[in-house]
C-alpha cells in the first residue's frame, strides 16, 4: 500500500484523543511511563491512548495487545483490536496471534501465552497449506549436508544457510572463521568489494507510524528545505504532500502545522508566517532570581531513531545538546535560568563518528507548570540557518517575518553519507556546528514572564578525507534578550538633551575665550576653537550617559529577584559600546587641547630684589674707578624656576596607587565576578564561571564605579588630610616665591592670566642663614607685614585681565628675541643672542615690577572680587579698557595651567582609556598595565615640552632647568 494511504487509513482509523484549548503550541506533558499498562503512548501525538477490553501495552508501549491466552478475533490497526479468551483444551495462542493451540510435549508455554520451542529447533503451527494445526510441533532445522538449513530469524521456518557458511565451512556454523554482516569469510572483509544498493522497503502494514515519523527525519536530514519552483520528488516535497492530502484527518492539539498520526516539521506550513506563532503568548509561570535553589529551564527531547521509531523522553541536561565534552556541573550551568552560556570548543572528526554512529532526531519541548499546576510541554520552534526555501536562505534575513521555523533537529548526521551499504564509513557528515537558545523577556511586564525560547541552529557539512587529522569548531550558547527600544529611545533622549546643555556651555567658555583674547570677531579660529570645546563637554556627555547605563544594569540586573529587566545583547551592546568610544575620542582630544594651552603659556618670574650697595670697577686702559650697584643673584629665580618645572605634572591622586587599587578590587577582591552575564551577585568565582561569558556593560559599569571611586577617595584623603597635615606642593611653591622675593604672572591668554605675588615682606631675599631665620621668625609672629599685595592682606593669588596696551608693551619688549629665531634678523654670534636675551629679560623684569608697583600712570590696574555670575560662568563680564582688572583669587586656579587643577580630565581619560582596552580585550590587568605606560608616556611629553616652553618664556637657560 502507498505509504500516503497507509498514513490515511492510520489518522482515520485512529481515536480521538481529548484535546486542550488552543495555547499556542502547548500540550500536555506525557511519557510512556504515564501509560497505565492498559494504555498505549501514540507518538504522533505524545500522549497516552487507551487500549480495548482483554488487552494490555505491549513491551515498548507503543502499541496494544491481546492478553495472554487471548486470541486476536480482528485487527484494525494498534488503536483498534478485538480479543477472546482460548479454551482449556488449548491454552495457548499462535504467533501471530489469530488462533489459540496446544502445545506439544517438547515445547512451553511463554509469559505471553505462546508456544516456544528449544534452541535449534522451529515451531510449526500450520501445515504446508496453510490450515492451521491443532497442536504446536517442534522440528530440528538438518545442518549437514545435503539440506544446510538453520531457523530463520522468526523460528518458524528452516531455510538454506547462506553460500559462504556452506564454502567455508560445509555447514551452518561459521566456526572460527569471520563472521560479518551474517556472512561467514576466510579472509577480512576489507579485502572484499561490495556493489549492494540499499533500498528502503515499507511494509505493507497498517498503523505504520514510523514510516511516516522515517520521511519527516529523511527531510529534515536535507534541512527541511523546499523547492516550490521545481517538481524534485524528495522527502520534503513527499511530507507536504502527504500534510495536504491528509487534512481530513484534523489536527494535533489543535495545531494547524500539526497534522494527526504525521511528525510536526514545520511551525507553519506557510512561508512567512512561522515567526507570529513564537512570541504568540507567554508562560503563565513566574521566573524569579534568590531562591534556595536556583530556577532551570526545563528543555525535554522526543527523541527517535532514523528509522522514525519513538525511543524515550530526553531532558536536555547532561550535555545532550552540547557537543563539546565538559564536566556534568557546567555542562548543567547553560539551563539555570538567566544564565548567559557560551561553549566553544574543536572537535577531531573522528571521535564524532566514533560516538555518533547513529544518527538520532530530536523534537524540543519546554516542559513548565500550566495554571491547574499540571506539567505541559510548549514547543520550541527552530531557525534553521542552511534552509533553503526556493533556493534561498529565508533563515538568514534580518527580517523576522520571512523566515520560515521548524520543529525537529539532529546533532550529526552520519548516516546520509554512508555509500553502498550502511557499515560502510560515511564519505561525508553533517554537523550542527552552531546553536543558539534564544530567551525573550516579555516587555513592559514586571511578572517575571518570558516568551517560549527559539533555537537557532546551523549545520556544517565535512567531507571525510582523514578523521584523525580533521578538526570542526562547535559551539553552543544560551542568550538573554529583551526589548530595548524604549531605553534607546530614553539613552537618545538623554544623550540629546544634555548635548544640548553642552553646546550652551561650550558656547559661553567660547564667549570667554574670545574677551580673554581680546578679539571680538568670529572666525575661523573661534569655530574651531568652539568645536574643541565642545568636543571636552560632549565627551562628558557621552560619559554620563554610559555611565548611568552601565550602573543601571549593574544595580537592576543583579539586584533583581523576579524577572524585570536581561542585560543587552552583544549585538544590541554596539550603541553603547560606539557611545564609549566615542567619549574616549573626544577627551582624547580634549586632552591634546589642554596639553597644548599648557604649553604654550607666557610665563615670568619677576625678581623684586634690589641691589645692597655697590661695588667698585677699574676702568680697563686707564686708571678711573667706577662704582655700580652690587649684581642680584640669580640663583633664587633658577630655584623657583626650578620648583614651578617640578609642579608641571604633579597631580591630586597617586597614578599609580590608583591603578593598583582598582586592579586589587577588580582581581583580588572579586568585583570583577559581578561582571558575569547571570543575575546573581558574587565576589567569588566558581568552576563554571569560565562558561558565563562576560557582558561589557557590566564590565564598564563595575570598572568606571570602581575607578571613581578610588580617585575620589584619593582627591578627598589627598586634599583634606595629606595637603594639610603632610605636604601641599602648590602652597609651597607660593611659599618659596615669597621666601625668594619672586612673584610669578601667568598668561594663558593673550589678555588673561594668573598673578603669583611672591615679593617679600622683608625687603630682601639675598641673606645669610641667620638672617633668614630670623625673618621667617618675626613672619611668625606677625612682628612684619602680611604677604598680600593689598597691605594688610594676605591674598597673594589673583587671575588678571591685562588690557591691551599692557601686551603689546609686552611683546614689544620680547620682539627682538623672535628675530634671532628668523633668517632675516640673526645674530652676528652667540654673543648679540645672549646679550639681547639678558637685556630683554632685564627690560620685561623691570616693566612688570613697575606695573604691579602702580607705576606706570597709563598702564594701572585694580583689584576686585568676581561676582557670583562670573564665577558660575567662568566668563569676565567687564571688560579691562583704561586699567588692568586683578580678581582675588584664593581658589588657586592658576593650576589650571597644570596637571593638578586638571584632575577631572586626566580621571576620567585615564579610566576611558582604561575602559577602552578592557572592552577590547576582557582583561582588566592587560588593561591596567597599558593604562599605567600611557600615564607614563603623557607624563614624560609634558615635562619635557614644558620645559623647554619655561626656558623659552622666563629666558632662563634650560641648563639650570633640573
Same mark, same amino acid.
Given at each position: 500500500?502507498?505509504?500516503?494511504?497507509?498514513?490515511?487509513?492510520?489518522?482515520?482509523?485512529?481515536?480521538?484523543?481529548?484535546?486542550?484549548?488552543?495555547?499556542?503550541?502547548?500540550?500536555?506533558?506525557?511519557?510512556?511511563?504515564?501509560?497505565?499498562?492498559?494504555?498505549?503512548?501514540?507518538? +504522533?501525538?505524545?500522549?497516552?491512548?487507551?487500549?480495548?477490553?482483554?488487552?494490555?501495552?505491549?513491551?515498548?508501549?507503543?502499541?496494544?495487545?491481546?492478553?495472554?491466552?487471548?486470541?486476536?478475533?480482528?485487527?484494525?490497526?494498534?488503536?483498534?483490536?478485538?480479543?477472546?479468551?482460548?479454551?482449556?483444551?488449548?491454552?495457548?495462542?499462535?504467533?501471530?496471534?489469530?488462533?489459540?493451540?496446544?502445545?506439544?510435549?517438547?515445547?512451553?508455554?511463554?509469559?505471553?501465552?505462546?508456544?516456544?520451542?528449544?534452541?535449534?529447533?522451529?515451531?510449526?503451527?500450520?501445515?504446508?497449506?496453510?490450515?492451521?494445526?491443532?497442536?504446536?510441533?517442534?522440528?530440528?532445522?538438518?545442518?549437514?549436508?545435503?539440506?544446510?538449513?538453520?531457523?530463520?530469524?522468526?523460528?518458524?521456518?528452516?531455510?538454506?544457510?547462506?553460500?559462504?557458511?556452506?564454502?567455508?565451512?560445509?555447514?551452518?556454523?561459521?566456526?572460527?572463521?569471520?563472521?560479518?554482516?551474517?556472512?561467514?569469510?576466510?579472509?577480512?572483509?576489507?579485502?572484499?568489494?561490495?556493489?549492494?544498493?540499499?533500498?528502503?522497503?515499507?511494509?505493507?502494514?497498517?498503523?505504520?507510524?514510523?514510516?511516516?515519523?522515517?520521511?519527516?527525519?529523511?527531510?529534515?536530514?536535507?534541512?527541511?528545505?523546499?523547492?516550490?519552483?521545481?517538481?524534485?520528488?524528495?522527502?520534503?516535497?513527499?511530507?507536504?504532500?502527504?500534510?495536504?492530502?491528509?487534512?481530513?484527518?484534523?489536527?494535533?492539539?489543535?495545531?494547524?502545522?500539526?497534522?494527526?498520526?504525521?511528525?510536526?516539521?514545520?511551525?507553519?506550513?506557510?512561508?512567512?508566517?512561522?515567526?507570529?506563532?513564537?512570541?504568540?503568548?507567554?508562560?503563565?509561570?513566574?521566573?524569579?532570581?534568590?531562591?534556595?535553589?536556583?530556577?532551570?529551564?526545563?528543555?525535554?527531547?522526543?527523541?527517535?531513531?532514523?528509522?522514525?521509531?519513538?525511543?524515550?523522553?530526553?531532558?536536555?541536561?547532561?550535555?545532550?545538546?552540547?557537543?563539546?565534552?565538559?564536566?556534568?556541573?557546567?555542562?548543567?550551568?547553560?539551563?539555570?535560568?538567566?544564565?548567559?552560556?557560551?561553549?566553544?570548543?574543536?572537535?577531531?572528526?573522528?571521535?564524532?563518528?566514533?560516538?555518533?554512529?547513529?544518527?538520532?532526531?530530536?523534537?524540543?519541548?519546554?516542559?513548565?507548570?500550566?495554571?491547574?499546576?499540571?506539567?505541559?510541554?510548549?514547543?520550541?520552534?527552530?531557525?534553521?540557518?542552511?534552509?533553503?526555501?526556493?533556493?534561498?536562505?529565508?533563515?538568514?534575513?534580518?527580517?523576522?517575518?520571512?523566515?520560515?521555523?521548524?520543529?525537529?533537529?539532529?546533532?550529526?548526521?552520519?548516516?546520509?553519507?554512508?555509500?553502498?551499504?550502511?557499515?560502510?564509513?560515511?564519505?561525508?557528515?553533517?554537523?550542527?556546528?552552531?546553536?543558539?537558545?534564544?530567551?525573550?523577556?516579555?516587555?513592559?511586564?514586571?511578572?517575571?514572564?518570558?516568551?517560549?525560547?527559539?533555537?537557532?541552529?546551523?549545520?556544517?557539512?565535512?567531507?571525510?578525507?582523514?578523521?584523525?587529522?580533521?578538526?570542526?569548531?562547535?559551539?553552543?550558547?544560551?542568550?538573554?534578550?529583551?526589548?530595548?527600544?524604549?531605553?534607546?529611545?530614553?539613552?537618545?533622549?538623554?544623550?540629546?538633551?544634555?548635548?544640548?546643555?553642552?553646546?550652551?556651555?561650550?558656547?559661553?567658555?567660547?564667549?570667554?575665550?574670545?574677551?580673554?583674547?581680546?578679539?571680538?570677531?568670529?572666525?575661523?579660529?573661534?569655530?574651531?576653537?568652539?568645536?574643541?570645546?565642545?568636543?571636552?563637554?560632549?565627551?562628558?556627555?557621552?560619559?554620563?550617559?554610559?555611565?548611568?547605563?552601565?550602573?543601571?544594569?549593574?544595580?537592576?540586573?543583579?539586584?533583581?529577584?523576579?524577572?524585570?529587566?536581561?542585560?543587552?545583547?552583544?549585538?544590541?551592546?554596539?550603541?553603547?559600546?560606539?557611545?564609549?568610544?566615542?567619549?574616549?575620542?573626544?577627551?582624547?582630544?580634549?586632552?591634546?587641547?589642554?596639553?597644548?594651552?599648557?604649553?604654550?603659556?607666557?610665563?615670568?618670574?619677576?625678581?623684586?630684589?634690589?641691589?645692597?650697595?655697590?661695588?667698585?670697577?677699574?676702568?680697563?686702559?686707564?686708571?678711573?674707578?667706577?662704582?655700580?650697584?652690587?649684581?642680584?643673584?640669580?640663583?633664587?629665580?633658577?630655584?623657583?624656576?626650578?620648583?614651578?618645572?617640578?609642579?608641571?605634572?604633579?597631580?591630586?591622586?597617586?597614578?599609580?596607587?590608583?591603578?593598583?587599587?582598582?586592579?586589587?578590587?577588580?582581581?583580588?577582591?572579586?568585583?570583577?565576578?559581578?561582571?558575569?552575564?547571570?543575575?546573581?551577585?558574587?565576589?567569588?568565582? +566558581?568552576?563554571?564561571?569560565?562558561?558565563?561569558?562576560?557582558?561589557?556593560?557590566?564590565?564598564?559599569?563595575?570598572?568606571?564605579?570602581?575607578?571613581?571611586?578610588?580617585?575620589?577617595?584619593?582627591?578627598?584623603?589627598?586634599?583634606?588630610?595629606?595637603?594639610?597635615?603632610?605636604?601641599?606642593?602648590?602652597?609651597?611653591?607660593?611659599?618659596?616665591?615669597?621666601?625668594?622675593?619672586?612673584?610669578?604672572?601667568?598668561?594663558?591668554?593673550?589678555?588673561?592670566?594668573?598673578?603669583?605675588?611672591?615679593?617679600?615682606?622683608?625687603?630682601?631675599?639675598?641673606?645669610?642663614?641667620?638672617?633668614?631665620?630670623?625673618?621667617?621668625?618675626?613672619?611668625?609672629?606677625?612682628?612684619?607685614?602680611?604677604?598680600?599685595?593689598?597691605?594688610?592682606?594676605?591674598?597673594?593669588?589673583?587671575?588678571?585681565?591685562?588690557?591691551?596696551?599692557?601686551?603689546?608693551?609686552?611683546?614689544?619688549?620680547?620682539?627682538?628675541?623672535?628675530?634671532?629665531?628668523?633668517?632675516?634678523?640673526?645674530?652676528?654670534?652667540?654673543?648679540?643672542?645672549?646679550?639681547?636675551?639678558?637685556?630683554?629679560?632685564?627690560?620685561?623684569?623691570?616693566?612688570?615690577?613697575?606695573?604691579?608697583?602702580?607705576?606706570?600712570?597709563?598702564?594701572?590696574?585694580?583689584?576686585?572680587?568676581?561676582?557670583?555670575?562670573?564665577?558660575?560662568?567662568?566668563?569676565?563680564?567687564?571688560?579691562?579698557?583704561?586699567?588692568?582688572?586683578?580678581?582675588?583669587?584664593?581658589?588657586?586656579?592658576?593650576?589650571?595651567?597644570?596637571?593638578?587643577?586638571?584632575?577631572?580630565?586626566?580621571?576620567?581619560?585615564?579610566?576611558?582609556?582604561?575602559?577602552?582596552?578592557?572592552?577590547?580585550?576582557?582583561?582588566?590587568?592587560?588593561? +591596567?598595565?597599558?593604562?599605567?605606560?600611557?600615564?607614563?608616556?603623557?607624563?614624560?611629553?609634558?615635562?619635557?615640552?614644558?620645559?623647554?616652553?619655561?626656558?623659552?618664556?622666563?629666558?632662563?637657560?634650560?641648563?639650570?632647568?633640573?
Amino acid at each position: 500500500m502507498a505509504l500516503g494511504g497507509l498514513c490515511s487509513l492510520l489518522g482515520a482509523l485512529a481515536l480521538f484523543h481529548s484535546l486542550l484549548p488552543s495555547d499556542g503550541s502547548s500540550l500536555p506533558f506525557q511519557t510512556v511511563e504515564n501509560c497505565t499498562k492498559h494504555q498505549l503512548f501514540d507518538s +504522533s501525538q505524545m500522549a497516552c491512548v487507551g487500549c480495548g477490553p482483554h488487552q494490555q501495552t505491549s513491551s515498548d508501549g507503543m502499541s496494544c495487545m491481546c492478553l495472554p491466552g487471548y486470541q486476536l478475533i480482528s485487527n484494525n490497526g494498534r488503536f483498534s483490536i478485538t480479543c477472546k479468551k482460548c479454551s482449556k483444551l488449548y491454552p495457548a495462542v499462535t504467533q501471530d496471534g489469530w488462533n489459540c493451540i496446544r502445545c506439544s510435549s517438547g515445547a512451553i508455554i511463554d509469559n505471553n501465552g505462546k508456544c516456544q520451542c528449544p534452541k535449534g529447533q522451529i515451531l510449526v503451527e500450520r501445515t504446508i497449506s496453510g490450515i492451521p494445526m491443532t497442536e504446536a510441533k517442534c522440528v530440528t532445522c538438518s545442518s549437514s549436508s545435503p539440506s544446510f538449513s538453520t531457523p530463520n530469524a522468526l523460528g518458524n521456518q528452516c531455510i538454506r544457510c547462506h553460500e559462504s557458511f556452506i564454502a567455508t565451512t560445509q555447514s551452518c556454523d561459521c566456526q572460527s572463521n569471520i563472521l560479518t554482516g551474517g556472512l561467514c569469510f576466510l579472509h577480512h572483509p576489507e579485502d572484499l568489494t561490495s556493489s549492494v544498493v540499499t533500498n528502503i522497503i515499507y511494509e505493507q502494514r497498517f498503523a505504520n507510524l514510523t514510516a511516516c515519523q522515517a520521511v519527516g527525519n529523511m527531510c529534515v536530514m536535507i534541512m527541511n528545505s523546499i523547492d516550490m519552483a521545481t517538481t524534485l520528488n524528495d522527502a520534503c516535497t513527499l511530507y507536504h504532500t502527504l500534510f495536504k492530502k491528509t487534512g481530513s484527518l484534523g489536527n494535533t492539539h489543535s495545531i494547524s502545522s500539526w497534522r494527526k498520526n504525521m511528525p510536526w516539521l514545520y511551525f507553519d506550513t506557510q512561508y512567512g508566517f512561522g515567526f507570529r506563532l513564537v512570541d504568540q503568548e507567554p508562560f503563565q509561570t513566574l521566573f524569579h532570581f534568590k531562591s534556595l535553589k536556583n530556577m532551570e529551564l526545563q528543555f525535554i527531547h522526543a527523541k527517535y531513531d532514523a528509522r522514525g521509531n519513538f525511543l524515550n523522553w530526553e531532558k536536555v541536561t547532561g550535555g545532550t545538546l552540547q557537543l563539546c565534552p565538559d564536566t556534568m556541573p557546567r555542562l548543567n550551568t547553560a539551563y539555570i535560568f538567566g544564565t548567559t552560556y557560551q561553549q566553544t570548543c574543536t572537535l577531531p572528526v573522528s571521535k564524532l563518528l566514533s560516538k555518533y554512529d547513529e544518527t538520532h532526531f530530536y523534537d524540543t519541548y519546554m516542559l513548565y507548570k500550566g495554571e491547574d499546576g499540571e506539567d505541559k510541554l510548549r514547543a520550541i520552534a527552530i531557525r534553521n540557518l542552511n534552509l533553503q526555501y526556493n533556493g534561498k536562505f529565508v533563515n538568514q534575513e534580518k527580517i523576522m517575518n520571512n523566515w520560515f521555523l521548524t520543529r525537529r533537529i539532529f546533532l550529526v548526521d552520519t548516516l546520509s553519507g554512508r555509500e553502498m551499504n550502511l557499515d560502510s564509513q560515511p564519505r561525508a557528515i553533517r554537523v550542527a556546528s552552531n546553536i543558539k537558545i534564544s530567551v525573550n523577556l516579555v516587555s513592559n511586564n514586571l511578572q517575571g514572564k518570558i516568551f517560549p525560547p527559539m533555537m537557532t541552529i546551523s549545520y556544517t557539512d565535512i567531507k571525510i578525507q582523514n578523521p584523525d587529522q580533521q578538526t570542526i569548531s562547535v559551539s553552543f550558547s544560551i542568550e538573554y534578550q529583551m526589548d530595548l527600544v524604549t531605553a534607546f529611545q530614553n539613552t537618545k533622549i538623554a544623550l540629546g538633551f544634555l548635548s544640548g546643555l553642552s553646546a550652551i556651555c561650550s558656547m559661553l567658555k567660547t564667549a570667554s575665550w574670545k574677551r580673554r583674547i581680546g578679539s571680538p570677531m568670529i572666525d575661523v579660529p573661534t569655530v574651531l576653537k568652539f568645536l574643541l570645546i565642545y568636543a571636552g563637554d560632549l565627551a562628558n556627555t557621552f560619559f554620563i550617559v554610559t555611565f548611568g547605563t552601565g550602573l543601571y544594569w549593574l544595580i537592576f540586573f543583579k539586584g533583581q529577584r523576579v524577572l524585570s529587566v536581561l542585560l543587552p545583547t552583544p549585538t544590541q551592546e554596539i550603541h553603547f559600546i560606539c557611545s564609549v568610544a566615542s567619549a574616549f575620542a573626544l577627551k582624547f582630544l580634549q586632552l591634546l587641547h589642554i596639553l597644548v594651552n599648557q604649553l604654550t603659556v607666557d610665563i615670568f618670574f619677576i625678581d623684586w630684589e634690589r641691589p645692597k650697595g655697590k661695588i667698585v670697577k677699574s676702568i680697563a686702559g686707564g686708571g678711573d674707578i667706577k662704582t655700580t650697584p652690587a649684581p642680584v643673584s640669580i640663583w633664587r629665580t633658577y630655584f623657583v624656576a626650578n620648583e614651578w618645572n617640578n609642579i608641571q605634572t604633579i597631580r591630586k591622586i597617586n597614578p599609580t596607587c590608583q591603578i593598583l587599587a582598582v586592579v586589587f578590587l577588580l582581581e583580588i577582591v572579586g568585583f570583577a565576578n559581578l561582571t558575569t552575564m547571570d543575575p546573581y551577585p558574587r565576589l567569588s568565582s +566558581s568552576a563554571e564561571s569560565s562558561v558565563i561569558p562576560s557582558s561589557r556593560i557590566l564590565r564598564y559599569g563595575v570598572a568606571t564605579t570602581i575607578w571613581l571611586s578610588v580617585g575620589l577617595i584619593q582627591i578627598i584623603f589627598g586634599i583634606g588630610i595629606y595637603e594639610r597635615f603632610v605636604e601641599d606642593r602648590i602652597s609651597q611653591f607660593i611659599d618659596v616665591c615669597s621666601v625668594s622675593n619672586i612673584s610669578v604672572i601667568i598668561l594663558s591668554h593673550k589678555c588673561f592670566g594668573y598673578y603669583i605675588h611672591g615679593r617679600s615682606v622683608h625687603g630682601h631675599a639675598d641673606t645669610n642663614m641667620e638672617e633668614m631665620n630670623l625673618n621667617l621668625k618675626r613672619e611668625a609672629e606677625s612682628l612684619c607685614g602680611q604677604r598680600g599685595l593689598v597691605p594688610n592682606t594676605e591674598i597673594e593669588t589673583f587671575q588678571i585681565f591685562i588690557t591691551d596696551k599692557i601686551r603689546e608693551q609686552y611683546d614689544k619688549i620680547r620682539e627682538p628675541l623672535n628675530w634671532t629665531r628668523t633668517p632675516n634678523h640673526l645674530m652676528r654670534n652667540s654673543e648679540d643672542a645672549v646679550e639681547q636675551r639678558m637685556k630683554a629679560y632685564n627690560t620685561t623684569n623691570k616693566f612688570l615690577g613697575s606695573f604691579i608697583d602702580h607705576a606706570l600712570h597709563d598702564m594701572d590696574y585694580i583689584i576686585q572680587d568676581k561676582l557670583l555670575l562670573e564665577r558660575i560662568i567662568g566668563m569676565e563680564l567687564h571688560e579691562p579698557i583704561d586699567k588692568t582688572i586683578f580678581y582675588n583669587d584664593e581658589n588657586l586656579s592658576f593650576t589650571d595651567v597644570l596637571y593638578y587643577g586638571n584632575e577631572g580630565t586626566l580621571l576620567l581619560f585615564d579610566m576611558l582609556f582604561f575602559c577602552i582596552v578592557d572592552l577590547a580585550t576582557q582583561n582588566f590587568i592587560f588593561a +591596567s598595565i597599558l593604562t599605567c605606560i600611557q600615564q607614563k608616556i603623557f607624563q614624560f611629553i609634558r615635562h619635557a615640552a614644558g620645559r623647554k616652553n619655561l626656558a623659552a618664556k622666563t629666558l632662563i637657560d634650560e641648563r639650570f632647568l633640573l
